[in-house]
């Protein structure tokens, strides 16, 4: 089971909803091959069956007329929620992203659907699908100058973490990688859980060595010795990277096929992990 150290706390939407308006939206999944057409003004006939969701990665396409309706309707209704995207799916259901969550609403936004909307004829989780590729980063696209590397056998294999030096399953989850070699590990601080945290990160960074510095503390638990300061601004940089691709606990592992995967990781799941990954 993964674990997650959510530190930004931003509410979820179920609690933003719970203090708006004292209501408890049960999570369920919703059956893609029917039951949608009362929930949507698009019938089962005129619903274009074979269209896909939108390619995350396709040029940006503004927002038709009633998307931006419902976007408005939904602020209306949940106090001006922060609301990163509208799309009408095949489905008639319109979904809209809050962060890292969708959530499913008719054109009316009579009604809303919290949980996973099931392709019932290929068993297809179709929100965690849209979910994965919304939150997928490419790799090649991170600043890796930003971060600490260090390079154990010939390197082939290539990992990002985005750590805490205060977090407990970041600790855990160096503790899965001791032994694996033949990697390149990329080590963004990302001290968000305390301002101890920031002071450690800070030391980290500032030290002769910071690779060694940072397995010391995070393995064998020698605190980083206070230094006389540096230029500490690629931790602020890492910060901002973070909050635009939404880091928003730590550890959060970011493999070289661009998988993201937030929270620590079992040993054997993690080696697993690593040895799918393409070499160079």
Not at 205 to 212: A, D, F
Request: net charge positive; glycine share 6%.
């Amino acid at each position: 089971m993964q674990h997650n150290e959510n530190t930004m706390k931003k509410q979820t939407f179920a609690q933003h909803i719970g203090s708006c308006l004292g209501l408890a939206i049960a999570s369920m999944a919703v059956v893609a091959a029917g039951i949608l057409g009362a929930a949507s003004p698009v019938s089962a006939q005129t619903r274009p069956a074979a269209t896909a969701q939108p390619k995350v990665d396709a040029a940006p396409v503004a927002p038709t007329a009633a998307e931006e309706s419902v976007r408005k309707r939904f602020q209306e209704r949940f106090d001006g929620a922060e609301i990163d995207s509208v799309t009408h799916t095949p489905y008639g259901l319109y979904e809209l992203r809050l962060g890292s969550q969708l959530i499913y609403t008719d054109e009316a936004v009579s009604y809303v659907i919290q949980g996973n909307l099931i392709d019932v004829a290929t068993r297809r989780n179709i929100t965690k699908e849209r979910v994965d590729a919304l939150m997928a980063v490419r790799f090649n696209e991170l600043p890796l100058e930003l971060a600490i590397k260090q390079v154990r056998g010939n390197g082939a294999r290539k990992v990002a973490l985005f750590e805490d030096p205060n977090c407990g399953y970041c600790k855990q989850l160096r503790q899965s990688m001791e032994g694996v070699d033949n990697v390149t590990i990329y080590t963004f601080l990302y001290p968000i859980l305390s301002e101890d945290s920031m002071v450690k990160a800070k030391n980290i960074l500032c030290s002769s060595t910071p690779s060694k510095v940072w397995d010391d503390w995070m393995l064998k638990g020698r605190a980083p010795a206070r230094t006389a300061g540096c230029d500490t601004t690629p931790i602020d940089r890492t910060l901002t990277f973070g909050q635009k691709i939404q880091v928003r606990g730590t550890p959060t592992i970011i493999f070289s096929d661009d998988t993201r995967v937030g929270g620590a990781m079992p040993a054997d799941q993690f080696k697993a992990k690593l040895d799918s990954l393409p070499k160079g």
